[in-house]
């Protein structure tokens, strides 16, 4: 068992040098295929961005724009929404908003919750001597 370590141990300490080792330099024309492939991309990509910079500017001033009235819409319209989530468990089991021709707007469940059982009445409650 010594034998086996004390061989694999001197092969590992043999090899050592060898991985450290650079690897050979490409021969010519080998690497000129990938630099040309990046270069490419990034020529690319620059005209993306150089085309994209109006919009993202447009939309960097909307959203600068819009940051006052989505705060005052936040701000009236947080609590109902917290307290209508609090009424409706689950919002994928019900069906999407309707408009009655009253105005009214309803959310109908997909399937319809089972009806509450009735309160049982006390036997002893509510008893006449006569």
Same mark, same amino acid.
């Given at each position: 068992?010594?034998?086996?370590?004390?061989?694999?141990?001197?092969?590992?300490?043999?090899?050592?040098?060898?991985?450290?080792?650079?690897?050979?330099?490409?021969?010519?024309?080998?690497?000129?295929?990938?630099?040309?492939?990046?270069?490419?991309?990034?020529?690319?990509?620059?005209?993306?961005?150089?085309?994209?910079?109006?919009?993202?500017?447009?939309?960097?001033?909307?959203?600068?724009?819009?940051?006052?009235?989505?705060?005052?819409?936040?701000?009236?319209?947080?609590?109902?929404?917290?307290?209508?989530?609090?009424?409706?468990?689950?919002?994928?089991?019900?069906?999407?908003?309707?408009?009655?021709?009253?105005? /009214?707007?309803?959310?109908?469940?997909?399937?319809?919750?089972?009806?509450?059982?009735?309160?049982?009445? /006390?036997?002893?409650?509510?008893?006449? /001597?006569?």
């Amino acid at each position: 068992m010594k034998h086996i370590l004390i061989t694999t141990m001197t092969a590992a300490f043999l090899a050592q040098p060898v991985l450290a080792e650079d690897p050979a330099p490409p021969a010519a024309g080998e690497d000129d295929g990938f630099s040309l492939m990046e270069e490419g991309a990034k020529l690319f990509f620059k005209g993306i961005m150089q085309q994209m910079e109006p919009a993202l500017d447009d939309l960097q001033q909307l959203t600068e724009d819009m940051e006052p009235a989505l705060r005052q819409f936040a701000k009236e319209m947080g609590p109902a929404l917290r307290d209508l989530m609090e009424k409706v468990d689950d919002i994928t089991l019900y069906h999407p908003p309707e408009l009655l021709p009253n105005g /009214d707007i309803i959310l109908r469940r997909k399937q319809p919750m089972p009806p509450e059982p009735l309160p049982v009445p /006390d036997p002893n409650e509510g008893e006449i /001597d006569l």
